[in-house]
């Protein structure tokens, strides 16, 4: 079993900032990669942030040059640094991890932005 907990979320004002961490527990086996996924009301949830298989950050268009994501793999934890928060980032923000043959993700943390 894998347990993703997410925990930052809130509400700011636009342009504003967050930061979302997530722990990772139970029995998963290497490699995995972590990451953020977000889905907003009548959307289907999708992938923001990530790494490549050689731990490159990778992000959305909608995202990129705003958000950052690091992971301290010792304490399997990924974070994701918002800045210059716009009310279009209003969503639930999901943990997750990817393993060979599965994906996890965790209960979400929801993340309003008001203009």
């Known amino acids: 079993q894998v347990q993703l907990v997410e925990s930052g979320g809130g509400s700011v004002q636009s342009g504003g900032s967050l930061r979302l961490s997530c722990a990772a527990s139970?029995?998963?086996?290497?490699?995995?990669?972590m990451g953020w996924d977000r889905q907003t009301p009548g959307q289907r949830r999708g992938q923001i942030a990530t790494f490549t298989s050689d731990g490159v950050p990778t992000y959305a268009d909608s995202v990129k040059g705003r958000f950052t994501i690091t992971a301290d793999s010792a304490k399997n934890m990924v974070f994701l640094q918002m800045y210059d928060l716009k009310p279009d980032d209003t969503a639930v923000y999901y943990c997750t991890m990817a393993t060979i043959g599965a994906k996890y993700w965790g209960r979400g943390t929801q993340v309003t932005v008001s203009s």
């Open positions: 139970g029995s998963f086996s290497s490699p995995v990669i």
